[in-house]
């Protein structure tokens, strides 16, 4: 099966301005998954869908971070205004539903703000 | 609050040795653990996936083991080779989401 798919793999903004990624889960995985790892940290939890609805979105930094996922399909983030401390890589992971599946993640988005 | 740490964060050791990374996690209401595997600029690569009741699990060279009523998870790699510097890390699933330790980067040497 394919891969969980992320576009672009690298962007580079000015602050101010305004990125979108995008994710591709595996077909037929309900669970979407954003996560980020920023310079030195750990990967942290952004938010979680299950189909289109946001099952969790506890993690999300900000209101600047909108995340949706029209049609329970792929996924965008998007950073609107992009600020400084929103450099970092932005992985998204799909799952099967159950809890007992494990997580299959994409190759991860890295952004940099200047 | 799901905390998880690993130790070291940094091993460099020859060529064709045996060694062990260690996770552990400081809630053990848990469904799985699963160890991941970071190459420079790239995803992250599923190594393992252990669940909450199994003490372990083995792919080739490498073997998992979890206590989870201790918190701890270890990942053997046997006979290591330079193909397997890269980062490690652990991520613990509570049901929700994953807690992802910072990882320990390995470095085998010629």
């Known amino acids: 099966e394919a891969g969980v798919t992320q576009f672009p793999s690298h962007s580079v903004i000015e602050k101010g301005q305004t ?14 998954y954003w996560y980020r790892r920023v310079m030195g940290k750990e990967i942290k939890f952004l938010l979680h869908f299950v189909k289109e609805s946001k099952q969790d979105e506890s993690g ?12 329970g399909t792929y996924s965008t983030l998007k950073v609107q205004p992009a600020e400084l401390e929103d450099s970092g890589v932005y992985f998204c992971a799909s799952r099967r539903q159950g809890s007992n599946y494990g997580y299959t993640f994409g190759s991860g988005t890295r952004l940099t703000v200047v | 609050k799901q905390e998880v740490t690993q130790i070291p964060a940094a091993l ?5 040795e045996n060694l062990v990374l260690n996770c552990s996690f400081t809630d053990s209401a848990i469904y799985n653990l699963q160890w991941f595997r970071q190459d420079p600029g790239k995803g992250l690569t599923s190594l393992l996936l252990i669940q909450s009741s199994q003490r ?12 989870k009523s201790s918190g701890r998870s270890t990942l053997y790699i046997a006979a290591s080779q330079p193909g397997d510097s890269a980062t490690y890390l652990c991520a613990v699933n509570t049901g929700n989401q994953f807690y992802f330790g910072t990882g320990t980067s390995l470095t085998v040497i010629p």
């Open chain 2, 12 to 16: 460099s050791v020859p060529e064709g």
């Open chain 2, 56 to 67: 372990e699990q083995t792919s080739g060279r490498l073997n998992a083991s979890l206590d």
């Open chain 1, 60 to 71: 999300m930094p900000n209101n600047r971070f909108l995340a949706e996922r029209t049609g």
């Open chain 1, 19 to 32: 990125v979108t990624l995008r994710c591709d889960p595996i077909s037929g995985h309900d669970n979407l």
